[in-house]
Structures are given as structure tokens and as C-alpha cells.
């Protein structure tokens, strides 16, 4: 019994600016749709939903919404400036979903449909509520064709990757320098504990890393392994094979992310994973979740950056961890490692990693859900794009 909800704000990109509608969206998401409830920014103007506990989305709860963004971005005016669009269907379609183009929600808006796959559609405004249908109005048959004559049937549509891309973004340098892998699928549930499914989710990302980083002019790149499978043999084998169609030009460009890193993590395992790595990785970053994360106990060089992953839904233990982060700055600046966070989701968060001298962060707070890695160092954290509007 789960309800998995895509969410799209349908604007207008000449009345408001579409990355402060982004931005108030997902502050009060933060604050209503809290746990069991999962949600994610997997574009701009787009969110995925998840609520464990129910079968369906509650309308109202997201006319409430449409509300609140009436108030806070278009004070004083008539209702109508905002309409949020929400598909209700299978993981895939929720997905595909949310890749529509503003002018494709337009006309879904208008009754015309999308042609996407089936699903339980309404367009919502702090006014109404009004279910909607996903498929095109039908349209007369065509004449019939001798068998010869008949097209090939219309390739249906690829669902879309696995995998998307978080910006990376430097605060001293106060510049995006890169983009980060990520699952789509950890959006809106836990990944998964076992060795082999996450290995099947390592060699996923290398696999569309590969295909995306060739034709990516800008920027670092980094690509999570899991910690213990890079330790086992037989999952040693199965990253070679990926490894070693990776083109070794871009080598000084592409870090290896390995999350899953224990706290007491032997200087033996991490010199064996970079001795692995170093072919391929002219970086290694150790992800982890406690922020006081021994380093000492590692010498220079071996290590790169260090990245504490946010977690949970308490915005002062958050905050707590990345202080206690930024309590061992001395230590990470000795050792000549970067100390990095990655799920950042607030300006508050944003700012307690600026002023603690974090050296890069990524998260919903920096950039939405990519499907391709950044193109260009331009640009904003989006939590601050508020400001900057």
C-alpha cells in the first residue's frame, strides 16, 4: 500500500521566476511531507511523492499547497497564476511523468493529454480540483492499408534512466565544478542493504556514467562503489569489466564516491580500494555518515575528500553534524583533504557549510535531479536563487 505522486508546477517562466516557485515548493514539502512520507526534487518544477502508508494521494493536501504558493509568489493577485499538475501510477510512469515539458503540461492542462502511459492525472489550483485524462482525445480512425502498406508500429517511449545527476557545487570558488551520480529509485525509498543488489546498482552507474561523461565538455565527475564490494573479488571482476571501457583521457576529471564506508575503516581496505581505483579515479572520496569520521588515523594523499551524507528529518541534528564536521576542519586541512557534504536540502544548511569552511556541497538545496551533468559553472546554489532573483 504506497502511493507514489509526481508533482509539477505549471508556470509561467516570464511572471516569476521558476527557481524561486522550485525552491518555495520544496520548503513546504519539507515542513508537511515528512516521515514515513518520501519526497525528492527529480527536475526543476518537479517532485516525486511517496506516502507508505496509503493507496492515494489526498488532493487537498496539495490544494493547500497550490495556496500557499498563490500567497507567497503572486501576493495581492487573483488565484490562477499556479496550477500544480499530479499523475498517480506505476513507479516508471511517475518518472516519465515528471520529463514533460512546460508546454506538454499546457495542453494536458487544456484536456488534450500526453500520450504517456496510463495514470490518474488532475490539474489542481487553490480554486479546483479536476481529474484529467492522461491519453490524447481520440481522433478518427484512419483508412485500413493492405498488410504490405502498414506502418511500422511507433516505438514507445524510453522510460527514463536509473541514474541523474546532482550538481556539484565549490564554496570558496562560490561555482558549480562538476556533477555528483545518483539513483533515481533513493528519491522516494531506503536503498537496498544487500552486497549484490547494491553491486547491480554500482554497475548500473558506471554503465550510464560511461555514456554520459563522453559527451559532457564541463566539469568533475563523481561515480559511487560501495565500500565492501570493492573489497570482494568477485565484485573486483565486475567492476574491471566496466573500468576498462572508460576512456583514460578523462581520467583527471573522474572521482570514485564510496559510500557505505564504516567509521572504523582500516588504512589496509582503503589503500587496497585506491590501489583498485587509481587506473580509472584520479579521485577518492570516502562517503560517510558519522560525522566524526577518524582521518587522523589516515596519512595524506591516500584520501581526497571526505563527504558527510546528510540524513533524517531533523533539521538541528542535521545541523548538528555538520558542525561537529566542521569541528575537525583543522585536521581535514593538515591531512590536505576536502571535507564535503552531500544532501544538503535547506539554506540553513547551505550557509552553516559556508561558514564552517566546507569545500563543496550537493543536495536538493543546490540543484535539482539532473538528467545530465551540468553543462557550465553559472549559476547559484537554488536555495539561494531566492536572493539572487
Known sequence: MTAIVCLRLLIDDEAFPAARA???????????????????????????????????????????????????????????????????????????????????????????????????????????????????????????????QRAAPAAAAAPPSATGWWGLYDLPG??????????????????????AALLSRDLTCLNDAQSAIKSAPFGDFLVPFGFWNLTTPHAQDAYRSRLSRYPLDLQPRLGASVYGTPREASLGLVSQIRTFLKGSFAVLDLNVLDPTFPLHTFPPELINSVTLTLTGEDDRARLNAILKLVERHATYQGKGVLPCVAGVNSAAEVEACRQGGIARISGPAVSPFLDKPLAQAEGTPLSLARNAA
Open 22 to 148: 522550485h525552491e518555495a515548493a520544496d520548503a513546504y514539502l519539507k515542513d508537511r511531507w515528512i516521515a514515513p512520507r518520501r519526497y525528492g526534487a527529480v527536475a526543476s518544477l518537479a517532485f516525486v511523492l511517496a506516502d507508505l502508508r496509503a493507496e492515494r494521494l489526498n488532493p487537498e493536501e496539495i490544494q493547500e499547497l497550490a495556496a500557499r504558493l498563490e500567497a507567497l509568489l503572486f501576493p495581492g493577485q487573483a488565484h490562477g497564476q499556479i496550477c500544480l499538475m499530479t499523475f498517480e501510477g506505476d513507479e516508471q510512469a511517475v518518472l516519465k511523468f515528471a520529463t514533460l515539458s512546460q508546454t506538454e503540461l499546457a495542453a494536458l492542462a487544456a484536456g488534450r493529454g500526453y500520450g504517456g502511459a496510463a495514470g490518474h492525472v488532475q490539474a489542481i489550483t487553490a480554486d479546483a480540483i479536476q481529474a484529467l485524462p492522461s491519453a490524447p482525445a481520440s481522433r478518427p480512425a484512419a483508412p485500413p492499408q493492405a498488410p504490405q
Open 174 to 195: 562560490e561555482a558549480f565544478v562538476g556533477s555528483l551520480l545518483g539513483l533515481r529509485s533513493d528519491l522516494t525509498q531506503p536503498p537496498p542493504e544487500g552486497d
